[in-house]
Nanobody
Framework: QVQLMESGGGLVQAGGSLRLSCAAS????????VRWYRQAPGKERELVASLTDRGATTYGDFERGRFTISRNSTGNSFYLEMNSLEPDGTAVYYC?????????????WGQGTQVTVCS
């Protein structure tokens, strides 16, 4: 198991940008997928962005070209660049790592970082 720690959240005005980071306690170079989710008050957790080990990316329908998921070359961190933030982007953002060991999956979640977008 690896521990994940998000950082980079905070308060931003509508139209602003934030860069979230997820640091792993160990190497996640072998991760099959790294993802960002978010959960707003009273709503279900939803996928924001996903990056597979083959480089394929998926974004939530709300993203509209404003977000970019990436990971660093050392394999122990990944990021979410968010631009043109809107008030409905206010949520707790969680990072997530999925790894498969033969037929056994391992899922790890971070504790979350609060993003608040004010109008």
């Amino acid at each position: 198991q690896v521990q994940l720690m998000e950082s980079g959240g905070g308060l931003v005005q509508a139209g602003g940008s934030l860069r979230l980071s997820c640091a792993a306690s160990g190497s996640i170079a072998n991760a099959n997928a790294v993802r960002w989710y978010r959960q707003a008050p009273g709503k279900e957790r939803e996928l924001v962005a996903s990056l597979t080990d083959r480089g394929a990316t998926t974004y939530g329908d709300f993203e509209r070209g404003r977000f970019t998921i990436s990971r660093n070359s050392t394999g122990n961190s990944f990021y979410l660049e968010m631009n043109s933030l809107e008030p409905d982007g206010t949520a707790v953002y969680y990072c997530y790592v999925e790894r498969w060991f033969i037929t056994t999956p391992q899922y790890n979640w971070g504790q979350g970082t609060q993003v608040t977008v004010c109008s």
